[in-house]
């Protein structure tokens, strides 16, 4: 039940974009259209989906203060979370890498559509976010972290197909010239996060 | 040279990583004195604001230093109780080694779970106790201190802060004075339910335990009035044996 | 001054500007603009971070090997953030300032802008022009964020740098603090340039 409330949380009341701004960049340049923000948003997700989890291990027996205990008792004061920066984002990168290479050579049909994606997530905030925000609530299992991945992820996910479907009939409408393109696309973020919040307050 | 060679990749990447290790082990162990001076002063502002030792804006316009030394000058004794209510250890006032409880979110999961908990009293020479409260927020983990006359029941003071409340709704319960300067006077009903209930329009039923919460914060007023009522349940064996005597 | 030099300088604060044009590092701009100090701060943190990383990755450029050029460069600006994040917590006056910025000075790492100038101009550039590039850029992007929070803290506190600016009977526009407002506010920005600079429309 917790983790059912996490999940649907997760998604919809603490959305990524809505309500932390995360991952914004690659959010406004590739939601253009439907087609290629699935691609993007599925690779978000899978990607958090992943890190997140293998951070929460990283955070709870190396980074935090005493997290070293089962080293013995004299590295029980030992603390590395000045590290916790540099060790998340080497972990995204260097999963991001792999994972890019293995569906290089043995998916290539999956390469082609999610490929060109992949080098764009390192960069991407909200699973750096993820990470921060995993470390700062303290979950407490792996399956807590995993679940609070899968539901940002999807909450990422539904946010740019969402976007771009609205940008694809927003091509056919009279914008004033300055605001065409980024400006108008910057409000209806804004109009969304506003419908979003409805959800604040969810409880399940 | 050539710089895609594997074994140039592997020696550079393990160069680059021992380096930004050493300077970053260096600069975090240099640090790390002034982070935690930091971090206790500020912690003790927020005590000795709620105790009404000195106006808030005055204690965070003193420097560190000023901060430990009044503290230390208006400090009785501190200890620490278990979960039973009994006195389980002694914390230093002393100004060289002050000793504080100040990570809160374990005390927290000791009192949810049940298990070994040093819950802090600080006893100023006032007769003031102040004792710590911890909770969640609708972001982020909401703290504070409540400052208690010698009766052991009524509330001398308060004190809230937040990690990442919204600014100008949940983060009022940090930024308005009026809302702390609100529950002194008020009454703890320790050995009744609820023990202090903080909610929209509680104050008309003029109980001595009841404060408004903060209008459009719903979330972060209920895990604050979660957090006090958690934590005065804590504290209740304590205090209902300890403070009995005072009372008429 | 050579002209290039200016240039450089000058471009990403108006005509390059990194959030209204390039489109870069809106994540961690927008969550810190409700108050004008936390904006002020970000924006240093972000110029100084930018400036130094550009600077380091130039000084490197030559020896990096390609393959790993993504997770170096990530790791000279987590370097360059760690820093700056302990420093602003070591000291006895922006001790509170990083607590309210939390998790959003983490976030800088991936700032678009920071990885973007490294790859567009301090891999291919000496170290000073560099250095400059990085500064200006980080200029640029603080002083939207400067214009979007005092919008913000002005209508939605009725303060300035936590000064009582509006009348002490104007009622607080809680919809400006909240952060769809943020992104509206930042529309009407780029509307404004591009009214203004008419080569920057899209067509």
């Given amino acids: 039940m917790e983790y059912i409330s996490l999940f649907v949380k997760s998604i919809f009341v603490d959305n990524m974009i809505f309500a932390y701004f995360l991952g914004m960049c690659s959010y406004l340049a590739v939601s253009k259209n439907v087609k290629t923000a699935n691609g993007l948003g599925l690779a978000v997700v899978f990607v958090l989906f992943c890190t997140l989890p293998i951070n929460w291990v990283l955070n709870t027996y190396v980074l935090q203060p005493g997290a070293l205990k089962w080293l013995g008792p004299q590295f029980a004061e030992v603390d590395l979370s000045f590290l916790s920066f540099i060790i998340f984002i080497a972990v995204i990168a260097a999963f991001v890498q792999i994972v890019e290479m293995i569906v290089e050579k043995y998916l290539p049909s999956l390469y082609a559509s999610l490929g060109i994606f992949l080098p764009l997530i390192a960069v991407n905030c909200s699973i750096l976010g993820g990470s921060l925000f995993m470390q700062q609530r303290d979950f407490t299992g792996l399956g807590e972290s995993a679940v609070y991945a899968l539901g940002s992820g999807i909450g990422w996910y539904l946010a740019i197909v969402c976007l771009a479907a609205i940008r694809e009939k927003l091509s056919y409408s009279n914008v004033p010239a300055p605001l065409k393109g980024i400006g108008i696309t910057f409000i209806t973020v804004g109009l969304m996060g506003m419908a979003f919040m409805i959800f604040m307050g969810i409880q399940l | 040279m050539n710089t895609n060679s594997n074994a140039y990749t592997v020696i550079y990447t393990a160069l680059v990583v021992v380096v930004v290790a050493a300077v970053l082990a260096f600069t975090a162990m240099k640090l790390k004195p002034s982070q935690d001076a930091n971090a206790k002063a500020e912690t003790l502002r927020q005590m000795m604001s709620a105790a009404q030792i000195k106006p808030t804006d005055e204690l965070y316009a003193t420097r560190n230093a000023g901060v430990l030394q009044l503290y230390a000058d208006n400090i009785d004794r501190a200890y620490t109780i278990g979960l039973d209510g009994q006195e389980n250890g002694t914390l230093s006032t002393d100004l060289k080694k002050i000793e504080l409880i100040d990570k809160l979110k374990p005390q927290n999961k000791a009192i949810k779970d049940g298990g070994e908990a040093t819950l802090p009293v600080y006893v100023f020479k006032s007769g003031i106790s102040v004792i710590p409260v911890y909770g969640a927020g609708l972001w982020g983990p909401i703290w504070g201190y409540i400052a208690f006359q010698p009766d052991g029941r009524t509330i001398a003071g308060a004190y809230f802060d937040h990690e990442s409340e919204t600014p100008g709704l949940g983060a009022k319960i940090k930024d308005e004075a009026w809302f702390r300067e609100k529950f002194a006077g008020k009454q703890v009903a320790f050995g009744s339910e609820p023990l202090f209930n903080l909610a929209k329009n509680a104050e008309q039923s003029g109980a001595a335990n009841a404060v408004d919460a903060i209008t459009g914060a719903t979330m972060t007023s209920k895990g604050l009035g979660e957090a006090l009522n958690v934590w005065f349940k804590a504290y209740e064996k304590h205090f209902s044996a300890n403070f009995k005597a005072e009372e008429e | 001054m050579d002209p290039k030099l200016k ?84 000291g006895e006056g922006t001790y509170a300032i990083d607590k309210q910025l939390s998790v959003y000075i983490g976030l800088i790492i991936t700032n678009c802008i920071v990885m973007g100038r490294i790859e567009a101009f301090a891999l291919g550039n000496k170290p000073i022009p560099s250095l400059l590039d990085g500064l200006a850029n980080g200029v640029g992007y603080g002083l939207i964020l400067i214009i979007v929070a005092f919008f913000r803290e002005l209508f939605g506190s009725g303060t300035l740098f936590g000064i009582q600016i509006l009348p002490a009977g104007y009622i607080p526009n809680n919809l400006v603090i909240l952060p769809p407002f943020a992104l509206i506010l930042l529309g009407c920005i780029i509307w404004a340039q591009r009214a203004w600079d008419k080569d920057l429309q899209e067509k």
């Fill in chain 3, 7 to 90: 240039e450089t300088i000058l471009n990403p604060i108006l005509k390059g500007n990194p959030i209204t044009v390039l489109i870069l590092g809106i994540c961690s701009s927008l969550a810190v603009t409700v108050q004008l100090k936390g904006a002020l701060v970000m924006a240093i943190s972000v110029t100084l971070v930018t400036g130094l990383s550009s600077l380091v990755c130039s000084l490197l450029r030559n020896t990096i090997p390609m393959r790993v050029r993504i997770i170096v460069q990530l790791v000279v600006v987590a370097l360059m953030v760690i820093l700056v994040d302990q420093i602003l917590k070591a």
